[in-house]
């Protein structure tokens, strides 16, 4: 079965400082998924990636899928309180939608 | 995209009741999905819902103790039979629509946080 490896596991910023997430997978992805979680809630849909190469942006997130498809990024430039929460990535089963998840990383950013 | 509600958004229950989660959407959509994240873990799959089937069980869920209907399209139900401890998780349906680009992505409902004494 296909593992996601998140790295790092907890992050903690200073408001305006940039940050990487990294989301690692045993197998090719087929789509990765980013989302975003507040403690206790539900999942907020960031970006998803299908292409190798592929690269998108949204304010100032931006995801990235490597050209072997295996490992996805996901970057945030000048970090905000408002970007705090647990990041989670997602990869798509090859046989259907069903998503199998990384263990997320928890983000705080301090003013 | 899709909006997507659950009722209730939690629950404190006793162990050997059960209780119904509802999942409903504003669209009409083939795929959804049941997932469950236990405290401090990630989502695992229960199990996937399509409408005009069966629903489809990952390994360690069973029928008996999640059953689920998927009435319509736009509406499924996911019930925890004889509730333990162990039961106390965030239940989140999600479903497959288009996206942006008229690609299919999946969306996750708010959750229903569970918690069982």
């Known amino acids: 079965s296909q593992e996601l490896e998140q ?7 200073q408001e305006g400082k940039n940050l990487t997430i990294n989301c690692t997978s045993s197998k090719t992805l087929y789509g990765l998924y980013w989302y975003k979680q507040k ?3 539900g999942l907020i849909f960031l970006m998803m990636l299908q292409k190798g190469g592929e690269e998108k942006s949204h304010e100032k997130i931006t995801a990235k899928l490597d050209e ?19 990041y989670l990535c997602g990869a798509e089963r090859r046989a259907g939608y069903a998503l199998n998840f990384g263990k997320g990383t928890s983000l705080l950013v301090t003013p | 995209s899709a909006v997507i509600s659950q009722k209730p958004s939690r629950d404190i229950c006793q162990r050997g009741t059960s209780l119904t989660i509802q999942c409903q959407v504003d669209s009409q959509v083939t795929m959804m999905f049941w997932y469950r994240q236990q405290p401090g873990q990630s989502l695992t799959l229960i199990a996937t819902a399509n409408q005009g089937s069966e629903a489809t069980y990952e390994s360690g869920f069973v029928i008996d ?3 689920i ?10 019930t925890v039979s004889n509730m333990s401890p162990e039961d106390s998780s965030i239940y989140l349906c999600s479903v497959v629509s288009s996206g942006q680009g008229w690609i299919d992505t999946q969306y996750f409902g708010p959750g229903t946080r569970l918690t069982v004494l």
């Open chain 2, 65 to 67: 103790k999640f059953p």
């Open chain 2, 69 to 78: 209907s998927r009435p319509n399209l736009t509406f499924s139900t996911l």
């Open chain 1, 39 to 41: 403690y206790g809630e």
């Open chain 1, 7 to 13: 790295s790092p596991q907890s992050l903690i910023v």
């Open chain 1, 68 to 86: 072997k498809k295996q490992q996805s990024s996901l970057h945030i430039t000048a970090s905000q309180p408002s970007h705090a929460g647990i």
